[in-house]
Structure formats: structure tokens, C-alpha cells
């Protein structure tokens, strides 16, 4: 096969860094511009852009993932990052270019779905999950490190350099993929001609969603993770925006916001994570995550002063051991053969908040007229004259309105989260579940009461 070596994961990991570490480099020249190109509607046409990308994804996910079933993985990591990548130069040819390609770009801005399934072409079962945890990993790096390098170099040497060197790195990832990176579908796995039909059932973004409410724990589960998410995904989407038109930041300190946000993260998901889930259990160390989210949500939403987000900032890391906890709570309950099914599920509704959650926060802030009327203070200046000035025009008791609903959006999640029984004995549940079922042996046995919540999915219909 065309490439350097045989197909491995590192080969994904430098597609991944390279990727995200050009638009990492773009994140304050992305908020100056953006204010400058939507004075009036800044928070709304954030909100409208990123949602489009978000839906536009949710939609074409599954449909790229199964052509590439058909096709194979390195035409269609070719693909997805030329085109999530195009955008780069518009930014300083023409803004409005800029933002309408971002905002189609989302129907192949994909990359993830394609990297996984090229690691799990090449990784046996019991190595996927370590394999994932790496992609993950460097994804988290690459953004830990250059949006603060990106602001540098900005302040020194201007903007102009920031985008010529975040699009000579996206040339650099399709020069990667085009010389170096191996075909990782065997041919004997793919169909015998490129005319052969794909399956459109799998191809469909809502299929698995469609399998939600069959199971009354999944749908506890799912609605749990759909009222978490979505707050989360319109947070990711504004929140920076929000720091430097709102609070003041310079373009230093949003950079060094996002680093040790990254940092505390990667902490809160490995150290932090594995110790709450031998000592408190899964159920509640999701429960515990929750309330740590709903803290940092209303500490944004009311918090004022600089120094009031850096401390929730602190909170939000610990809020980001939910995700992983509900994964792992829904890896224990489901059957072996039932992983990708219901894995699916949390995806598919994680994708649809993606496009829900950003459109969402920039209504609500224009509801509220979360707007500044003027351009920012110079770089130099301490930041306080933005919020004093702000305030002054708003008037407004709540700064950050948004993120309260989110809040009130991950209390209903918490509420929905204590329904969830822990499952202890899921560990050994195994496929005699059925021998029992069938025999119909001890049914009252101490473990029977547990037994009798199993949640999934015993249906091979599902």
C-alpha cells in the first residue's frame, strides 16, 4: 500500500495534531475578527455559524463513515481535512468567505469519526481503548499549545503570520496523508467493486437514536447525557468569544485560559477519574461531575471579574469527568455484542448538541442583548475599562445569561442521573445471564433483585 511503513497509530495521532494545532494557532485572531465582521450580532452569528457545523457533521458522519467502509480510510481523512482546513486562508482575504465556508465545511468536518475507525482497522480489541485514550490525548495537547503561540506570534509579528503559518501546517497534514500515511482497509475487507451498495440503514444519523427509548435505563442514560451536553457544546462554542469581548481578556490570557483548562482536564480525566471510580463508584462519581458543571456554569454566569473565570475555569476541568464516567458506566451494562450500539447512541446525541448547543447560547445571548458597542480596549490596557464599560451600556444584572440555563439544563440531568441504578454485579455478568433466564434457577437468590434491572439489551433486533 501507498505510505511510509505499515498502517499504525501514530499515523493518526500526527494527521490529529496537525489538524487541530493550525486552527488552535487561529483562536484569538478568529474572536478579533469575528467581532469586526459582526459588530452588532457577534454572540448570534458565532452561535449560527458553529451550529450549522455542528448539524451539518451530525448529519454526515455516518454517511462518510460508511462510504469509507467501501473506499477505504486514507481518501477520506484526505478529504475531511482538506476541507475542514479550506477555510484558513479566507480569513484574511474576505471574512465573510471566512465564516459561510466554516459553516459548510461542517459536512466534512468529520476527521474524528474517520481516525477512529482507521485505529480500530489496525488495533486488536483489548488495545482500542488505550489507542483512543492517545488520539484523544494529542488532540488535547495540540490545543493546550498553540492557541498561546498563536496570540505570541500575533502580538509580535501580526495576524497576517498567524494565518500563513496555520495554512502552511493544513498543507503540511494533506502532504502527511498523501505521502506518508498507509491504506489501513485490507482489500479483502471491501466490497468487491466501487459500485457496490453501502448500507443506508448505517448510514442514516438518526438510526441510532431511533433505538433510544427501547430501554428504560438507556433512555435515563441518554436524556442525562443530551441535558449535560448541550450546555457544554454552547459553552465550548461562545465561551472564548465571551472572555475576550466580555471580560476582557487579552489574547494572552484566553490562551493561557484554554492551556490550563487543558491541563486541569487531562489531570481530572486520568488521576482524578480513576480514583473516584474505585472510591465512590460510577453512579456517583457522574453525579459528582454534574454538580461540579452546574457550580462552574453559574459561577459563569454570574461571575464578573477576571479572576472569578479563572477560578470556575478550575471547576469546569472537574466537570469534564462526566463524559468518561457515563462510557464507562454504559460499557459495564451493556452486552459485549451490544457496545457499538449503544456507544452509538451517546455519540449520536452528543453530535445533534453540537448543532443544538452553539445556535442555542447565541440566541439566548441576543435575546439578552449580550453585545459590546464598541471595539475593545488596546492589549495593553488591564482589561477592567471593557468590563466597566460594558456594564455601563448593559445594565445588566446577569452577564452571562446562557450559561445560567445551562446550569438549570444540568440540574434537570442531575435530577434525571439519580435514576440511574449503579449496577455493582455488572462486571460478572456474562453470557449465562441467558442460561439463567432460561432455567429460571434461584429466582430468589440475593443477586436477583439486580439481575432483574439488567437495562440492555437482550433483543437481537436492537
Not at 463513515?65 to 477520506?76: E, Q
Not at 465573510?96 to 482507521?118: C, H, K, L, N
Not at 440540574?411 to 449496577?423: D, G, K, M, Q, S
Amino acid at each position: 500500500p501507498q505510505g511510509i511503513g505499515s498502517p499504525s497509530v501514530y499515523h493518526a495521532v500526527i494527521v490529529i495534531f496537525l489538524e487541530f494545532f493550525a486552527w488552535g494557532l487561529l483562536t484569538a485572531p478568529t474572536l478579533v475578527v469575528l467581532h469586526e465582521t459582526f459588530p452588532k450580532h457577534t454572540f448570534l452569528m458565532n452561535g449560527l455559524i458553529q451550529g450549522v457545523k455542528g448539524l451539518l457533521s451530525f448529519l454526515s458522519a455516518p454517511l462518510i463513515g460508511a462510504l469509507s467502509d467501501v473506499w477505504g480510510r486514507k481518501s477520506f481523512l484526505l478529504l475531511t481535512v482538506f476541507f475542514t482546513c479550506a477555510p484558513i486562508p479566507l480569513m484574511k482575504i474576505s471574512p465573510w468567505w471566512y465564516f459561510a465556508v466554516i459553516s459548510v465545511s461542517g459536512v466534512f468536518a468529520v476527521t474524528f469519526s474517520v481516525v477512529f475507525a482507521y485505529v480500530a482497522d489496525i488495533t486488536q480489541e483489548h488495545e482500542r481503548s488505550m489507542a483512543y485514550g492517545l488520539v484523544s490525548a494529542t488532540f488535547a495537547a495540540s490545543l493546550v499549545t498553540s492557541p498561546a503561540i498563536g496570540a505570541y506570534l500575533g502580538r509580535v509579528y501580526g495576524d497576517s503570520l498567524v494565518v500563513v503559518l496555520a495554512t502552511a501546517i493544513a498543507l503540511l497534514d494533506i502532504c502527511f496523508i498523501l505521502v506518508a500515511v498507509p491504506e489501513s482497509l485490507p482489500e479483502k475487507m471491501r466490497p468487491a467493486s466501487w459500485g457496490a451498495p453501502i448500507s443506508w440503514e448505517q448510514a442514516d444519523p438518526f438510526a441510532s437514536l431511533k433505538k433510544v427509548g427501547q430501554d428504560s435505563i438507556v433512555l435515563l442514560i441518554c436524556i442525562t447525557v443530551f441535558l449535560s451536553y448541550l450546555p457544554e457544546a454552547g459553552q465550548y462554542s461562545s465561551f472564548f468569544l465571551y472572555l475576550r469581548q466580555i471580560m476582557g481578556f487579552s489574547s494572552e490570557s484566553v490562551a493561557a485560559f484554554i492551556a490550563v483548562l487543558g491541563i486541569l482536564s487531562i489531570i481530572a480525566q486520568t488521576i482524578v477519574l480513576s480514583l473516584l471510580m474505585r472510591s465512590i463508584g460510577n453512579k456517583n462519581t457522574i453525579l459528582l461531575g454534574l454538580g461540579f458543571q452546574i457550580l462552574q456554569l453559574a459561577w459563569y454566569g454570574f461571575g464578573s471579574e477576571p479572576w472569578m473565570m479563572w477560578a470556575a475555569g478550575a471547576v469546569a476541568a472537574m466537570s469534564s469527568i462526566t463524559f468518561p464516567a457515563v462510557s464507562a458506566l454504559v460499557s459495564r451494562t451493556a452486552d459485549a455484542d451490544q457496545q457499538g450500539v449503544v456507544q452509538g447512541m451517546i455519540t449520536g446525541i452528543r453530535g445533534l448538541c453540537n448543532g443544538l448547543g452553539p445556535a442555542l447560547y447565541g440566541f439566548i445571548f441576543y435575546i439578552f442583548h449580550v453585545e459590546l458597542n464598541e471595539l475593545p480596549m488596546p492589549e495593553s490596557s488591564s482589561g477592567g475599562g471593557v468590563v466597566a464599560q460594558y456594564h455601563l451600556q448593559q445594565n445588566s444584572i446577569i452577564p452571562g445569561p446562557p450559561f445560567l440555563f445551562g446550569a438549570c439544563s444540568v440540574l434537570l440531568a442531575l435530577l434525571v442521573a439519580l435514576f440511574i441504578p449503579e449496577h455493582t454485579t455488572l462486571n460478572v455478568r456474562s453470557s449465562n445471564w441467558k442460561k439463567h433466564c432460561g432455567s429460571h434457577s434461584h429466582p430468589h437468590s440475593p443477586q436477583a433483585p439486580g439481575e432483574a434491572k439488567e437495562p440492555l439489551l437482550q433483543d437481537t433486533n436492537v
